[in-house]
């Protein structure tokens, strides 16, 4: 069974930087294409990040050039490096495999002054 733990979200101000991790396992990661998504309070969930298990990574356009999105095959472990966050940006960030496994608890990032 595939088990996605979500880490590293917080209250940090506009113009702010955050790191998030995923840890995985249960499944065999090293040749797995992997995603970040959010979900804003009354919005559905939006893919804004994916990477393939040959680390080609792709955006939403709203976070192109500001989030980047990182993997250690070997750790088992996925990242989303965060910059110039925005109030816009403000959800419960998950991380999962394609296809979709059983979403985790996710982490919350909050932008805010």
């Known amino acids: 069974q595939v088990q996605l733990v979500e880490s590293g979200g917080g209250l940090v101000q506009p113009g702010g930087s955050l790191r998030l991790s995923c840890s995985v396992s249960?499944?065999?990661?090293?040749?797995?294409?992997m995603g970040w998504y959010r979900q804003a309070p009354g919005k559905q969930r939006e893919l804004v990040a994916t990477?393939?298990?040959?680390?080609?990574?792709n955006y939403a356009n709203s976070v192109k050039g500001r989030f980047t999105v990182s993997r250690d095959n070997a750790k088992n472990t996925m990242w989303l490096e965060m910059n110039n966050l925005k109030p816009e940006d403000t959800a419960v960030y998950y991380c999962?495999?394609?296809?979709?496994?059983?979403w985790g608890q996710g982490t919350q990032v909050t932008v805010s002054s």
């Open positions: 990477i393939t298990s040959e680390r080609h990574a």
């Open positions: 249960g499944t065999r990661f090293s040749i797995t294409d």
């Open positions: 999962n495999a394609f296809p979709n496994e059983k």
